[in-house]
């Protein structure tokens, strides 16, 4: 199976998305579309073959006070660092399980870098829904905030040097 990554539009059918995750589903089918107009874009994972919706992202501008940043991420940095937010990031349960949750996430850090080149940021910041969430994103280099472990950080530059991106 091949899969696209492309921006939801209104042609995307998106009521049968399950991710086992009922807040997730939720945010998708009913508030995606409408978040664009308060500046958060969502970005969908399409099965090439059939159209569904696989899975899906969400980015969106925003502010860490360094003072709840890391040290080694606030030192020398303004009062509010700018970043992107990876605001949702989601699989069906149809292809959990299959390695996509990975790909998922550096199609969407890729994203991110790109967009970054051109609005600026520091930071990309993640709100992982669960432990088990923040374990994943861990296990891919982000690091939790210390006063609030659902919440990991990583630096804009680290991101664009793994992926073998060009910073800025």
């Not at 502010?63 to 606030?74: Q, T």
């Not at 991110?112 to 994943?136: P, T």
Request: with cysteine; hydrophobic share 45%.
């Amino acid at each position: 199976m091949t899969y696209r990554i492309e921006p939801l539009g209104d042609a995307h059918v998106v009521d049968a998305f399950d991710c086992g995750n009922a807040a997730l589903n939720d945010w998708l089918k009913r508030h995606a579309r409408n978040a664009a107009g308060q500046g958060t874009r969502t970005y969908v994972l399409v099965e090439t073959g059939t159209g569904s919706v696989a899975g899906y992202f969400a980015v969106a501008p925003h502010l860490v006070e360094r003072d709840a940043a890391p040290a080694h991420i606030g030192r020398g940095a303004p009062r509010q660092i700018p970043a992107i937010l990876l605001a949702k990031l989601a699989l069906d349960q149809h292809v959990q399980g299959k390695g996509l949750g990975a790909a998922l996430l550096v199609r969407a850090l890729e994203r991110i870098v790109k967009i970054s080149k051109q609005a600026g940021g520091k930071l990309i910041v993640v709100d992982a829904v669960d432990d088990a969430a923040a374990a994943f994103y861990e296990h891919h280099d982000l690091e939790r905030l210390p006063a609030d472990p659902l919440r990991l950080v990583v630096k804009l530059s680290t991101v664009a040097k793994a992926l073998g991106m060009e910073w800025p």
